[in-house]
Structures are given as C-alpha cells and as structure tokens.
C-alpha cells in the first residue's frame, strides 16, 4: 500500500495541466484551459481545467476530477496504478507499507 506521504507528495506534484496536457491539446480561455474532451467525440471543445483548482471538467459529457483521476479515466488504471504513472513521470520514489495479517 502506497504510503499517505507519498500520495499526497505526487498530488502536490502533479500539475494538472502538465497530466492533461500530455494527452490533450489545451488553449487558454480566461482563467481556464480548454480543448476537446478525451473521453467523448465533440467538435467544440467542452473540456475545461482549472489550474487554480487542479482540476478538470467536461460541460459536455460531465466527467471531472483531479490529475490523478485523470491518469485513471484515460489510461483505464487503478488508483494505485495512476498513483504510480504520476510518480514515474515526476520521479518521485514510491514508498509502500506492507499490510500484515492483523492490519486487514
């Protein structure tokens, strides 16, 4: 199990923007970024993030979260998964406890 220092390092770390927009074209609109969402086919872009908030929302199919969501939608991962996609790309070491019998 991925320590809770660990998660919250990579959410820190993980710049949604950055996560997004390895798979995403994003333009700025406002205070948001926007391009076209990567879970649904549209031709007028619906997918927002906001930096500010770290997070990002389709108004078209109503999908939303945070980048590590994000990693988990579109690469189809577990949390741990996505959790460990993130760490990889900010190289950050991942620390795990192992549960024993009685912690279960």
Same mark, same amino acid.
């Given at each position: 199990?991925?320590? #809770? ?15 997004? #927009? ?7 609109? #406002? ?30 199919? #109503? ?42």
């Amino acid at each position: 199990m991925i320590t #809770g220092e660990t998660i919250e390092k990579i959410k820190e770390t993980a710049r949604i923007e950055e996560v997004v #927009g390895d798979f995403v074209h994003l333009k700025k609109r #406002g205070s948001s970024l926007i391009g076209n969402c990567p879970f649904h086919g549209e031709k007028t872009p619906s997918f927002h993030v906001s930096v500010s908030k770290g997070i990002y929302k389709c108004f078209g199919c #109503g999908v939303a979260g945070d980048s590590v969501r994000f990693v988990m939608e579109h690469e189809k991962y577990s949390y741990p998964e996505a959790l460990k996609f993130l760490a990889n790309k900010y190289n950050i070491e991942v620390e795990e406890t192992v549960e024993s019998a009685q912690d279960v």
